[in-house]
């Protein structure tokens, strides 16, 4: 039963969660409304642009687009290549997609996925930044041995 109230649970409380305080430095709306979230001098994240790059166990993750660009509110949808540790594009590889929301402790109730294109880039999507504040998008690679290795893209979504 409470397995079955936690998503609605979250969704009741998504809204709720952050405070300017805790995402970074906040000001207020120009309607004068709720204070107006904002995160980009916070040191964790970074300035959005095409090919920036993330690497772990010999695997880079080469962020190829953004749409929108940069990564905002909402739904986003990427594309990735993936890199071997010489440079050479890994087709079809396996690999896990989670937004998180790291000041929160809470990711998306959307599940993303990635979907292999066939010439080492891959369509990650839908990613539900729901909400303002610093979003870690973490994709995670299962090597020999069964162990995970996780590459990380930090961005602020403003809001």
Request: charged content about 15%.
């Amino acid at each position: 039963m409470l397995r079955a109230l936690f998503p609605l649970a979250l969704f009741l409380t998504a809204g709720q969660c952050g405070t300017p305080s805790d995402a970074g430095d906040g000001g207020t709306s120009s309607d004068g409304g709720a204070p107006t979230i904002t995160c980009q001098n916070d040191s964790r994240v970074a300035v959005y642009a095409p090919g920036m790059s993330a690497t772990t166990g010999g695997r880079t993750f080469v962020l190829v687009s953004s749409d929108p660009t940069p990564p905002a509110r909402g739904v986003n949808n990427w594309t990735v290549r993936l890199l071997d540790s010489a440079g050479n594009a890994l087709k079809d590889q396996a690999f896990d997609v989670t937004p998180f929301m790291p000041d929160h402790g809470h990711g998306s109730t959307v599940k993303a996925t990635a979907t292999a294109n066939g010439d080492g880039t891959y369509a990650v999507g839908p990613l539900s930044f729901f909400m303002p504040g610093v979003w870690r998008v973490t994709f995670s690679v299962l090597q020999d041995g069964g162990t995970s290795q996780d590459a990380a893209f930090f961005f602020c979504v403003a809001g």
